[in-house]
């Protein structure tokens, strides 16, 4: 699979996980995670207040899924390898902010989120997702492309040398991971 093909993967995949972000409820969006401090609360309940997103559009998937595949190509263009981030503090970050911007979303997203892509010789495609307040990667996707399939994780991720191992035990009944074939790209 080339290098084009799996970026494809990635950037559908990345797109559809954004497009679910963006459809959490208001207080799922605004929770950081952290329970120490009586004022998390109240910092959850203002962001509910004051969270005035809008749903995504229906094309809003195809619309990120474009722009990531234009940004994660010149990325790899550039360096042979994708290290791409997308996050969320109580903000969007740059690349985040620079996606809605370009793709006309109105959504606000969930505080504390934070996606990583990526992709090199050695690494097939991988996204890793978490939210909340320090959180660990909650799901992680990867490219298996001998089975054409996504190997997804919950909180740890396979190195891609033993993914297709992986793949061959969950299909055998190992409920360790979860095996998805590839959705077809959105053009």
């Known amino acids: 699979m080339n290098p084009a093909a799996r970026i494809t993967l990635l950037a559908t995949r990345t797109a559809s996980i954004l497009v679910r972000w963006a459809n959490l409820p208001s207080l799922r969006k605004n929770d950081n995670g952290d329970r120490t401090s009586p004022h998390s609360a109240m910092a959850m309940m203002l962001g509910v207040l004051a969270d005035k997103g809008e749903a ?18 010149a990325k790899y263009n ?58 660990a990667p909650s799901v992680v996707s990867a490219i298996v492309p001998e089975r054409e399939v996504w190997l997804i994780t919950n909180r740890f991720t396979v190195e891609p040398l033993i993914r297709a191992i992986v793949v061959d035990a969950v299909r055998a009944g190992n409920t360790v991971a979860a095996v998805e074939t590839f959705a077809p790209a959105i053009e």
């Open 56 to 73: 995504p559009p229906p094309d809003a998937e195809a619309r990120i899924a474009a722009h990531l595949v234009k940004a994660l190509t």
């Open 78 to 135: 550039e360096r042979q390898h994708v290290y791409f981030s997308l996050d969320v503090d109580y903000g969007p970050g740059h690349e985040l902010a620079e996606l809605s911007t370009v793709c006309d979303l109105r959504v606000s997203w969930p505080i504390k989120s934070h996606m990583t892509i990526t992709l090199s010789e050695n690494e097939p495609g991988q996204i890793s997702e978490s939210q909340g307040y320090y959180a």
